[in-house]
């Protein structure tokens, strides 16, 4: 497979005035099988976007076949790499198939419909990606392995040198994790190039053959899994301890991980849950995730401040469509994400009649005994655009047990329980 070669040299990128990409260099040759890996927010996700041609660098270049590929036509691009993005919504009621068949835009002209060579393609990349027995079922309705890996055929029916994937196996099960694997492992000793985010690292181990190690935003090192995979890399940059030992049947790198205790002391906490929007969370969540805490939020609309900041730091978020009421499909999966948090905190964005549910996902917190920190810096009276049935909320919140906060300081203390509630 004839493929051109993608040079990132010296990148740079940022959303508003947050950098999040600081000096990478890579370079990509057909065959390649590359791991990009490291904690939550440390800039993967907006690495593989700077590829992509998703998000345009501040300095620096990414050359595809030795051109500038943000002057490359979007279609010229298209057909030499394609990417599979970490979360993938399903707001149009199209088929799998014609989800699959999408990714043979590319090699159409204007206005030219797929035609037989098109649908055998389509119908092969399904096949590999396990999804053909779902061609006629429409994407809305399949679970979220499902419809990643109809996203993953359609990648593959593009016929593109490059494939660009944000942890395209958080979805799926260990059986399809490793067929995916398998097969991409397969095509790139056939000439494709492979470069993929990855959190598992034994998989990573065991599929890559360079692994790129980020914290934040800068490359931490490269190399091989047998160079990169070592027990004070793991410690510095994840901040975890463990064993390297050597697979039984592979003999690459195999991590046994030691059991964690809390950091200092019964009280500390480490799950944190932010209700927020309106970029009125972004610069807690990089805070909190520089403190060492698990970090979640929601629910968002995509597109919004703090969802895009949310995806750059690659954290979980409960989301909706863009401009959207909270669907009660994304209060529960709100609600999921607060079962999981010790800390819930509801930071000072705006309310209106669509996010209302928001505030009951911070009083479902507080009957399940979690604790909920109402951020004030700014009245909700202020911020109640919902007739004072935001205000309303506050009120029974603060009855039932939430405190409220107006400080910076305090807030951050009382999350990481250095002070009384």
């Given at each position: ?171 799926l099960d260990i059986s399809h994790q490793l067929s995916l694997l398998e097969l991409l492992a397969e095509m790139c000793g056939r000439g494709l190039a492979v470069v993929m985010v990855m959190h598992d690292l034994n998989l990573a181990s065991q599929y890559c053959d360079r692994l790129v190690v980020m914290r934040g935003g800068r490359e931490f090192m490269r190399g091989a899994p047998e160079e990169v995979l070592t027990v004070s890399m793991l410690k510095e940059v994840f901040g975890v301890g463990a064993m390297v030992t050597r697979h039984a049947v592979t003999e690459r790198p ?168």
């Amino acid at each position: 497979m004839e493929w051109k070669t993608l040079q990132a040299k010296d990148l740079h990128a940022a959303y508003r005035d947050d950098e999040v990409v600081a000096g990478i260099s890579l370079t990509v040759r057909s065959g390649d099988f590359i791991g990009v890996i490291g904690p939550n927010g440390s800039g993967k996700t907006s690495f593989l976007k700077a590829l992509s041609r998703a998000l345009r660098p501040r300095r620096g270049v990414v050359l595809l076949g030795g051109e500038d590929i943000y002057r490359l036509p979007a279609r010229e691009v298209a057909r030499d790499l394609a990417m599979v993005p970490q979360e993938t919504a399903a707001s149009f009621a199209f088929t799998a198939l014609e989800v699959v068949l999408m990714g043979r835009n590319p090699h159409l002209g204007r206005l030219q419909a797929a035609g037989p060579r098109d649908l055998e393609q389509a119908r092969l990349s399904m096949e590999k990606a396990n999804v053909w027995h779902l061609a006629d079922r429409p994407v809305t309705e399949l679970s979220g392995g499902e419809r990643q890996r109809v996203i993953i055929a359609q990648a593959l029916a593009q016929e593109t040198g490059l494939l660009l994937l944000d942890e395209p196996t958080q979805h799926l099960d260990i059986s399809h994790q490793l067929s995916l694997l398998e097969l991409l492992a397969e095509m790139c000793g056939r000439g494709l190039a492979v470069v993929m985010v990855m959190h598992d690292l034994n998989l990573a181990s065991q599929y890559c053959d360079r692994l790129v190690v980020m914290r934040g935003g800068r490359e931490f090192m490269r190399g091989a899994p047998e160079e990169v995979l070592t027990v004070s890399m793991l410690k510095e940059v994840f901040g975890v301890g463990a064993m390297v030992t050597r697979h039984a049947v592979t003999e690459r790198p195999h991590i046994v991980f030691l059991p964690m205790g809390r950091r200092s002391g019964d009280a500390e906490v480490s799950k944190v849950h932010l209700i927020c929007g309106g970029a009125s969370g972004a610069s807690l969540m990089r805070e909190l995730l520089e403190a060492g805490f698990y970090v979640t939020a929601g629910t968002l609309n995509t597109g919004d401040g703090d969802e895009e900041v949310g995806r750059a730091l690659e954290i979980r978020m409960a989301l909706e469509a863009p401009f959207s009421r909270i669907s009660e499909k994304a209060h529960r999966a709100n609600l999921e994400l607060v079962a999981e948090a010790e800390v819930v905190v509801v930071t000072d964005l705006y309310f209106g009649p669509g996010n209302l549910l928001n505030l009951e996902a911070a009083r479902t917190a507080l009957r399940a005994g979690k604790r909920v920190l109402l951020y004030s810096p700014r009245p909700i009276e202020e911020r109640d655009y919902a007739g004072g049935a935001a205000t309303e909320l506050y009120r029974l919140l603060r009855e039932e047990g939430a405190l409220e906060v107006s400080g910076r300081g305090e807030l951050l203390a009382l999350v990481a329980g250095e002070v009384e509630a």
